[in-house]
C-alpha cells in the first residue's frame, strides 16, 4: 500500500478533504472531523483510525497494532505500517472509520452529503 492508494480511497467518500497537521501528519477529514492519519515522516507510513469496539479489541492484538496513543479511548487504533493491511482491508478500515466519525455529525449536514440513514 501506497500514501496514493489511501488517498484514491478516501476520496471516493462524499465531502472528505485532506489536510497537513502537527507538520507531518496528513488528515483525511469529513466536515473537519477527522477519521484517518497518515504519518508522513516515518518509514514505513504509520496510520490511526477509528474502529468499532469489537474491532479495537481484535486488531490491538495483530502484530504492529495497537491503541492508538492519545486516542485509544476514543476507539482509535495505530499501526506502524500502512503496508500491514491489504487495499481490500484499507477500503473496510477507511470506509467503516469514515462511517462512525460521519455518524456523529449534524442529520442535516449528512443530508446535504448524501449520507443519511434513517
Known sequence: MFIEDLQEICHKLPGVT????WEN????CV?????LILG???????ASFKVTEEDFEAL?????FKPAPYMARNKWIWTDDIGRLSKK???QYAYQSYHLI????????????GIYES
Open 60 to 64: 490491538s492484538t495483530w502484530s504492529g
Open 89 to 91: 482491508q484499507w477500503e
Open 40 to 46: 508522513l515522516d516515518e518509514a514505513p507510513t504509520t
Open 18 to 21: 485532506e489536510d497537513i497537521k
Open 25 to 28: 501528519h496528513l488528515c483525511f
Open 31 to 35: 466536515e473537519k472531523k477527522m477519521f
Open 102 to 113: 460521519a455518524s456523529k455529525l449534524p442529520i442535516k449536514t449528512r443530508k446535504q452529503l
